[in-house]
C-alpha cells in the first residue's frame, strides 16, 4: 500500500476510538528478510516473530530504498496483524508491517525505542 507522502496533507476523516482499538498493532521481530524479485514494486519478504499471541508472520514490504537484506533480522516493527491477507504476488502477506515516507519518498519502517516484547500492543 502507498498513500499520499506529504506532510503538509490534511488529517483523514474523524474515526472513533471504537474503531481505532479495532486495529491491532503489534510489535514484532524480523526473524527472516528475503529478497522479492517478482514484486511489481522493489519489496523484500519478511519473516515476523510477533510473540506467542500472534506468531510468526510472513509480509511484504518496499523498503528496499533505506534497507538492505543484511540489516533485516534482528530489527523490532510494528506491524498490523488483523487485516485478511493479502496476496502480493505469489507472497501471502499476512501482516501490514507500518512505515513513514522520508524526505526522498523512501519508506522508513516505525519501531518501538525502547525494548517491550514481541506482541505487545499499541495503546
Known amino acids: 500500500m502507498h498513500y499520499t507522502q506529504d506532510p503538509a496533507t490534511?488529517?483523514?476523516p474523524t474515526v472513533s476510538f471504537d474503531d481505532f482499538m479495532k486495529v491491532d498493532i503489534r510489535v514484532g521481530t524480523i526473524i527472516a528478510?528475503?529478497?522479492?524479485?517478482?514484486?511489481?514494486k522493489p519489496a523484500y519478504k519478511l519473516t515476523i516473530d510477533f510473540g506467542a499471541g500472534v506468531g510468526v508472520?510472513?509480509?511484504s514490504a518496499q523498503i528496499t530504498g533505506r534497507y538492505t537484506l543484511e540489516q533485516l533480522p534482528g530489527k523490532r516493527v510494528l506491524g498490523i496483524v488483523n487485516f485478511p491477507p493479502r496476496q502480493v504476488g505469489p507472497v501471502r502477506s499476512e501482516v501490514l508491517v507500518l512505515g513513514l515516507?522520508?524526505?526522498a519518498d523512501q519508506t522508513v519502517l516505525v519501531t518501538p525505542e525502547l525494548d517491550v516484547p514481541n506482541g505487545a500492543r499499541l495503546t
Open 57 to 59: 508472520k510472513k509480509s
Open 33 to 40: 528478510a528475503d529478497p522479492f524479485p517478482e514484486a511489481r
Open 101 to 103: 515516507a522520508d524526505a
Open 10 to 12: 490534511p488529517p483523514a
